[in-house]
């Protein structure tokens, strides 16, 4: 059985930073693929960055672009975002997710269905 967990969200002022974990456990996790979603209210859930963990190689919405930053643990179960220069629209539910099975990160794409576990979300509210 997969598990996903995130933690680290928080308030933070505007232009400030917050820094999310995703540990993951129940699997061989060398070729899967991790992202981060969030989904503010009364909008769909949104993909913004994925991660392969054979390489390493990360995928951004330009949304986030240049401001955020995916990183992998040592262990290849978990992962970090880095969220730099943060803006009120960045408020949101932020949601880790995994895939185990081949071929990983699917597509360039960042979509719910390329994902089969999830974690519970925690929450980041920016305030201007």
């Known amino acids: 059985q997969v598990q996903v967990i995130e933690s680290g969200g928080g308030s933070v002022q505007a232009g400030g930073s917050l820094r999310l974990s995703c540990a993951a456990s129940?699997?061989?996790?060398?070729?899967?693929?991790m992202a981060w979603f969030r989904q503010a209210p009364g909008k769909e859930r949104e993909g913004i960055a994925q991660i392969y963990t054979n390489g390493a190689k990360t995928t951004y919405v330009d949304s986030v672009k240049g401001r955020f930053t995916l990183s992998l643990g040592s262990a290849k179960d978990t992962v970090y975002l880095q969220m730099n220069s943060l803006k009120p629209e960045d408020s949101a539910m932020y949601y880790c997710?995994?895939?185990?099975?081949?071929?990983?990160?699917?597509?360039?794409?960042?979509?719910?269905?390329?994902?089969?576990?999830w974690g519970q979300g925690t929450q980041v509210t920016v305030s201007s």
């Open positions: 129940g699997s061989p996790f060398e070729h899967s693929c």
């Open positions: 997710a995994a895939e185990v099975l081949w071929p990983g990160c699917r597509s360039s794409n960042i979509e719910t269905s390329n994902f089969n576990h």
